[in-house]
T-cell receptor, first 113, second 111 residues
Framework: KAGVTQTPRYLIKTRGQQVTLSCSPISGHRSVSWYQQTPGQGLQFLFEYFSETQRNKGNFPGRFSGRQFSNSRSEMNVSTLELGDSALYLC????????????FGDGTRLSIL | KQEVTQIPAALSVPEGENLVLNCSFTDSAIYNLQWFRQDPGKGLTSLLLIQSSQREQTSGRLNASLDKSSGRSTLYIAASQPGDSATYLCALTDSWGKFQFGAGTQVVVTP
């Protein structure tokens, strides 16, 4: 069974640009969550999508947005990039949400110059 | 506001010793607690999930306990091996389904 796939693995952008990250969940999983991991702040929850609807949201500015498609694949978009957005972005999928084990992808390493 | 703390931040043990990793939290109104391991440059691997109504979960050499009244969870790894070297994180889920992670404990098991 294929795991959670995140693309691209690495990305370099400059301040002010925007970026879109992609996450393909495990087949049959309907919940996809996104996280930001930095050395200073650790792992922080961004948002969760279930059946194409945002079900939960963390404390991030509106520059961070996402969506989920009918096949459960999810994308995360960050607009007007700032230096502080440099991080490892992880997505996790589960069958139905937080009451199930979360399966993580290997992440997208985003560097802002 | 929920605070999740993992102490110590780093731990080094010789192979064969038992590992004891701690996770403490300030608000006992949690939905569940999960333990994960993270290898360098990789995502997280779920180890154990304890629902709020449970006291412990076991899988092979791993055992995790949950005491909501004292705000503590402990992950035990028996007979540690070099392959157990990784960062271990605990994560709480609140009743709204939001996750909050601890900062992790970096474990090194020396041969």
């Amino acid at each position: 069974k294929a795991g959670v796939t995140q693309t691209p693995r690495y990305l370099i952008k400059t301040r002010g640009q925007q970026v879109t990250l992609s996450c393909s969940p495990i087949s049959g999983h309907r919940s996809v969550s996104w996280y930001q991991q930095t050395p200073g702040q650790g792992l922080q929850f961004l948002f969760e999508y279930f059946s194409e609807t945002q079900r939960n949201k963390g404390n991030f500015p509106g520059r961070f947005s996402g969506r989920q498609f009918s096949n459960s694949r999810s994308e995360m978009n960050v607009s007007t990039l700032e230096l502080g957005d440099s991080a490892l972005y992880l997505c996790a999928s589960s069958l139905s949400g937080s009451n199930q084990p979360q399966h993580f992808g290997d992440g997208t390493r985003l560097s802002i110059l | 506001k929920q605070e999740v703390t993992q102490i110590p931040a780093a731990l080094s043990v010789p192979e064969g010793e038992n590992l004891v990793l701690n996770c403490s939290f300030t608000d006992s109104a949690i939905y569940n607690l999960q333990w994960f391991r993270q290898d360098p440059g990789k995502g997280l691997t779920s180890l154990l999930l304890i629902q709020s109504s449970q006291r412990e979960q076991t899988s092979g050499r791993l055992n995790a306990s949950l005491d909501k009244s004292s705000g503590r969870s402990t992950l035990y790894i028996a007979a540690s091996q070099p392959g157990d070297s990784a960062t271990y994180l605990c994560a709480l889920t609140d009743s709204w389904g939001k996750f909050q992670f601890g900062a992790g404990t970096q474990v090194v098991v020396t041969p």
